[in-house]
């Protein structure tokens, strides 16, 4: 069968039918044959004409042209034929969708795609036609009238809220839908859900939440879905702070300043900071203040990573909605209905957005489905270089979005040499070429560890530049419009780049408050790609919960915070997650769940005779919680330690460690970093992490394997280990890595150490493991100091004088002037504190009690003898045989637990002490008991 059809690239043609293309599993299937006999029609050619016997068949006719001048004749063809018709700048897109062939018959429906500079594609047919039916009538409805640009369409905001809150608002006028939004905040207490397009000021309406609890006496919790976002809302809370609100901003460390929270009028913190605070049950008091919950992107319900934890915490809050109102603010929910309706909250929707968006998918050559890698690079390189320009030679501003760091640098530079700046031969690693470059050349480049990035935001800003080439992290993180958004990649890393995050992009298209009135985004695809991104963007994004990815870890959350004490309030919490109002039913997760936490040791199910098992948590099940560790990855690394076998030197020990992290858990097994950071790290990992060359190793031979995955994490870490002197500098780079490469790895790392740092009291891993592990995460988090193997006790010692609001001002100053004075523990007598000291003197000789300073530990042959407070926690050990004592406050000697039969009989011993905070310990663990004396 053939099909005959019009081309808006040029004449009829007939094409063999094809077979219709795999569809996504993730993808609803089309609606059914149109009933209609339509032709719709994307022209990028002014010659092209329908053909009389297709206009008369038609019933439903519609032309998307360019606004070019060269158009006006075809648009007076159309119009003296009636055909509708809507004009689009920058349209790039030439494709045709049909129900009706050249000669006036009936087919079905069938889509045409032109690649610029080729013929027509054949015609795709299912569900290919359909997707792009859907998006050209989602493209011919964003090409309605422009939004009205009336000052009668903004309310003053006098109008709708008392009159002292003007000053705390953006703006003296609330926009369409702010004005919709207001009053719905402010007449109820009821949860709400806000969808409208990105820039349509859905700030102004968490504001207006915020304050509205306050009035009530109740504090705001504002909640981001990263650190970035909180840089942008917290510059808006400016104004707050000047009119005597308390904004508190919470993310980074744990250690956070209760009395700080406690007092706060407004919170911004991260979802994960968040919840980790909502487990201290310390902060318990505060927290059941919070009045309104303020969520920023409530669709990342449905992330892989994000969306677990914001589910679990709303599923928490939502059914308490006489203490806690929920105010969720997103730009792309497809289901928004279903998500308010889950929270039992009112949804209010706009489409309006104060300028007119416009988005497109260029089909990519051929190429961009090649096999080869730099094939399809290139491919969507050239086509981003083209669109670039023809935007910025119309005076307009342009976003390059790149799914990787490294097309970043390749993209800038072909745009810096597409404007006559020299790039041949430039190594795309060498970030200060790559800057001086694309700067002369108005290009400007922007991801999380690029060390320029504050002055690109700057320079793109105030139009020092107009391009800007980033990652997502302008997308959803910082708020940088441009005319025009090309998304170059589908792909982040190996995985497609979700809907939302497109979306995300696409709306920083258009600069409000700039005059101009229309923006323009493009997705390049390739053929293959192009069907299913129209029908997933016109459809839209819909939030799917993932909760059940990482069910134990919410479940262990809830059973830590007392929510969850027997088997019928946990499967009653099941019901009220996302999860289960999708559908999923099934209590068969969540009793695996139940199962895998009391098998691994983090809570305990004693069976009930009638049926309503006890669930009761352990101490290693709140400590996992607490730090946020996953209980699966928890479970591999506290089994991987106890078969693991007893080092036999500090080195050893810390090697050990790093390994293990670097192999175990995926931040740091997948670190990215460019090829000249990795040739940096080779070096650094062949010399063990030492930059002394008296100490460095020799040079690899030629047949030595390249580093594996998790190697490069490695290398860090052993940087901070062996050579922390290495990180006493203010430049961005150290030994040529970027400091910013490393702090995502070192902030995990200390993280997941920490936590097996913490069990070192419990007895639930090997002492060994527990003191190395609290010296080393006490060093990752202040490198900057430069501290040596021993360090730890006394830096522990300065966060705890310093208090958790002065840690990072104050624990350098005492630091500093502890070692000029040959402190190198903290087990200095007397009871006076130092002058920097913030505590109350009361808690000061309190905390003098944590110490193990004092307590009398003596080495003996067959064991120890120890004299230590009631309660203190004391470990010996032969190898892997660990022997766990309480202390009574009296002396006592303790014998070394006698070795397994199949260890020889000349093992190491040793014994530690632990107090809740400090410890002390024999044999080679004592390098861990103070700093050692410079050599």
């Known amino acids: 069968m053939t099909v005959t059809a019009i081309s808006p690239a040029g004449p009829a043609a007939s094409f063999a039918r094809q077979p219709a293309p795999a569809w996504p599993p993730d993808l609803p299937l089309p609606a059914e044959t149109e009933k209609r006999a339509l032709l719709w029609c994307k022209a990028t050619d002014p010659n092209w004409r329908p053909s009389e016997q297709a206009l008369a068949a038609a019933e439903d006719i519609r032309v998307i042209v360019p606004t070019s001048p060269d158009f006006d004749p075809l648009r007076t063809f159309l119009a003296e034929h009636g055909v509708p018709v809507r004009s689009a700048g920058h349209w790039a897109e030439t494709e045709q969708v049909s129900t009706v062939g050249d000669l006036g018959s009936r087919t079905d429906l069938v889509a045409f795609t032109s690649i ?3 013929v027509p594609s054949a015609p795709a047919a299912g569900p290919a036609a359909y997707a792009a039916r859907d998006a050209f009538a989602a493209q011919w409805d964003a090409l ?7 000052a009668a369409a903004y309310v003053p905001v006098t109008g709708l809220v008392p009159g002292d809150w003007k000053e705390l608002l953006p703006h003296p006028a609330f926009n369409p839908v702010q004005a919709a939004a207001v009053p719905a905040v402010l007449e109820s207490d009821q949860h709400l859900v806000i969808v409208a397009p990105t820039g349509a000021g859905k700030t102004a309406i968490g504001m207006v939440a915020a304050l509205q609890a306050h009035t009530r006496g109740r504090k705001a919790a504002w909640l981001v879905p990263q650190r970035s976002l909180t840089d942008e809302l917290d510059r808006d809370l400016e104004t707050w702070r000047r009119a005597g609100r308390r904004v508190v901003r919470l ?3 744990y250690a956070v300043d209760t009395e700080l929270i406690r007092t706060a009028d407004l919170w911004v913190a991260t979802t994960e900071k968040f919840e980790a605070i909502s487990r201290t049950g310390s902060l318990r008091a505060a927290l059941a203040e919070v009045g309104c919950l303020i969520v920023d992107e409530i669709h990342l319900l449905g992330d892989p990573t994000r969306g677990p934890v914001l589910e679990a915490l709303l599923a928490r809050v939502r059914e308490d909605s006489a203490q806690v109102r929920i105010a969720g603010l997103s730009a792309t929910v497809a289901n928004a209905g279903q998500v308010a309706d889950w929270l039992g909250a009112r949804l209010i929707r706009s489409p309006w957005r104060p300028t007119r968006l416009t988005w497109q998918l260029p089909v990519l050559p051929n190429a961009a489905d090649a096999p080869e890698w730099n094939a399809r690079a290139q491919a969507r390189t050239a086509e981003a270089v083209r669109l670039t320009r023809a935007i910025t030679t119309t005076g307009g501003s342009v976003l390059v979005f790149c799914g990787s760091k490294r097309g970043v640098r390749a993209t800038a530079l072909a745009l810096a040499a597409d404007r006559g700046v020299p790039t041949r031969g430039a190594d795309t690693d060498d970030s200060e070429l790559v800057e001086r470059l694309c700067t002369r050349a108005g290009v400007r480049l922007h991801y999380r560890d690029w060390p320029y990035k504050r002055e690109s935001e700057h320079a793109f800003r105030t139009r020092q530049a107009d391009i800007l080439v980033a990652t997502s992290t302008v997308a959803a993180g910082v708020n940088l419009p441009a005319r025009a958004v090309i998304v170059r990649d589908t792909q982040v890393g190996m995985d497609r780049i979700e809907v939302s995050m497109v979306q995300q992009m696409f709306g920083r298209a258009g600069r409000v408050g700039a005059g101009e ?14 069907a299913p991104w129209q029908a997933r963007l016109a459809a839209g994004y819909t939030v799917t919960s993932r909760i059940r990815d990482h069910l134990p870890d919410h479940v262990l959350a809830e059973a830590v915070q007392g929510r969850l004490r027997d088997l019928d309030q946990a499967e009653l919490w099941w019901t009220k997650t996302f999860a289960h109002y999708q559908g999923h039913h099934h209590l068969d997760p969540l009793h695996d769940a139940l199962d895998f936490l009391n098998d691994a040791g983090y809570l305990h199910r004693t069976p009930d005779p009638g049926g309503n098992d006890n669930l009761t948590i352990t101490e290693t099940g709140k400590l996992t919680s607490r730090f946020m560790v996953e209980a699966d990855t928890a479970t591999t690394l506290t089994d991987t330690l106890q078969l693991l076998p007893v080092p036999g030197s500090p080195d050893e020990a810390e090697n050990t460690l790093i390994t293990l992290l670097s192999t175990h858990l995926p931040a740091l097994e997948q670190a990215p970093f460019t090829e000249r950071a990795k040739t940096a790290l080779y070096q650094v990992l062949r010399a063990g992490g030492h930059t ?10 030629e047949d030595e394997d390249k580093p594996a995955a998790g190697d490069l994490a490695r290398a860090v870490l052993l940087l901070v280990a062996n050579s922390p002197k290495a990180f006493r500098t203010r430049s961005s780079y150290i030994l040529g890595i970027p400091v910013d490469s490393m702090a995502q790895i070192l902030d995990e790392a200390r993280r997941y150490l920490a936590w097996i740092a913490a069990q070192g009291h419990l007895g639930t891993i090997h002492p060994w493991a527990a003191i190395t592990a609290s010296d080393l995460a006490q060093r990752i988090r202040w490198r900057t100091l430069g501290p040596r193997r021993g ?14 609001a002065h840690v990072h001002r104050l624990v350098p100053t005492m630091w500093r002037a502890a070692r000029d004075r040959g402190i190198d523990a903290p087990d200095w007598p007397g009871t006076t504190s130092p002058s920097t000291c913030r505590l109350h003197p009361d808690d000061y000789r309190a905390l ?9 530990l003596e080495t003996r042959p067959d064991g120890i003898r120890v004299h230590a407070p009631r309660g203190t ?3 010996l050990w032969t190898d892997a045989t660990v022997a766990r004592h309480t202390a009574d406050g009296t002396t006592c000697e303790l014998p070394y637990p006698a070795p397994l039969p199949s260890h020889d009989a000349q093992v190491e011993h040793g014994g530690a002490v632990f107090t809740r905070g400090d410890y002390l310990v024999t044999g080679w663990l004592s390098a861990y008991n103070s700093i050692a004396p410079r050599a």
């Not at 360090?791 to 208090?803: F, K, N, Q, V, Y």
């Open 116 to 118: 610029t500079g080729s």
């Open 144 to 150: 309605a009238d422009l939004p009205p640009d009336e």
């Open 251 to 253: 993310t980074g460390e």
């Open 517 to 530: 009135r229309e923006g323009w985004a493009y997705l390049l695809t390739s053929p293959t790609e192009r």
């Open 692 to 701: 002394d060359a008296a100490h460095a190793p020799q040079p690899p031979g």
């Open 791 to 804: 360090s730890g006790r006394l830096l522990w010692m300065c966060e705890r004088m310093a208090t958790p």
């Open 848 to 856: 003098l009690a944590t110490r193990t300073t004092g307590i009398d």
């Open 873 to 875: 926690v004391i470990h």
